[in-house]
């Protein structure tokens, strides 16, 4: 008897097969991991997320510049707070990342929250030309989204400019 295929002794086999785990709606699991950037929503909804915004300058780039000067007071201010009270609570943070060009910072429970809000609060105003405020993540507007579907064979250039007007009337779209 000539031997059989792959597919038909698949049947044969007495136990089953190993099978891949499932979530609670019955998907199938990802076999592997992937590391997927994180939105700004994401960051947001987690309720020690700060963000720090630079009061003089909307587009952040200062306080890029600044970052590790501003990171290594935070260091000390917490550094200080422990040599105070060794026996007390001591703050400390998740991370600290960019996100859509804002600077998020994770705090790990509601002592470090404030204890952050008061060393940016006492450091604020040590650069010139940057004065940095603490906000919480939630307190930042998100970017307008607009969707539009344009018709093939469009050829006036004003009527395919009214289309995103006349479907997103909340989005600002003159110049």
Same mark, same amino acid.
């Given at each position: 008897q000539p031997p059989k295929e792959k597919r038909d002794r698949l049947h044969d086999v007495g136990e089953s097969a190993? /099978?891949?785990?499932?979530?609670? +709606?019955? /998907?199938?699991?990802? $076999? @592997? @991991? &992937? /590391?997927? $950037? /994180?939105? @700004?929503? *994401? &960051?947001?909804?987690?309720? !020690?997320?700060? *963000? !720090? &915004? *630079?009061? !003089? +300058?909307d587009d952040g780039r200062l306080l890029a510049e600044k970052w590790d000067e501003i990171e290594g007071k935070v260091a000390d201010m917490v550094g200080g707070r422990h040599d105070e009270m060794p026996e007390g609570p001591s703050p400390s943070f998740d991370s600290s990342e960019t996100v859509r060009g804002l600077r998020v910072i994770r705090c790990d429970d509601g002592f470090s929250r404030s204890f952050l809000e008061e060393s940016v609060a006492t450091i604020s105003n040590k650069w010139n030309g940057l004065r940095i405020r603490l906000v919480h993540a939630r307190e930042i507007l998100r970017r307008p989204k607009a969707r539009i579907w344009l018709p093939k064979g469009q050829s006036d250039h004003k009527r395919v400019l009214q289309c995103p007007r006349a479907q997103n009337p909340d989005v600002h779209t003159e110049d």
């Open positions: 190993p /099978k891949r785990g499932r979530d609670a +709606n019955g /998907k199938a699991k990802a $076999t @592997f @991991f &992937v /590391k997927q $950037t /994180k939105k @700004f929503s *994401d &960051v947001a909804r987690y309720s !020690l997320a700060m *963000d !720090l &915004v *630079d009061e !003089l +300058n």
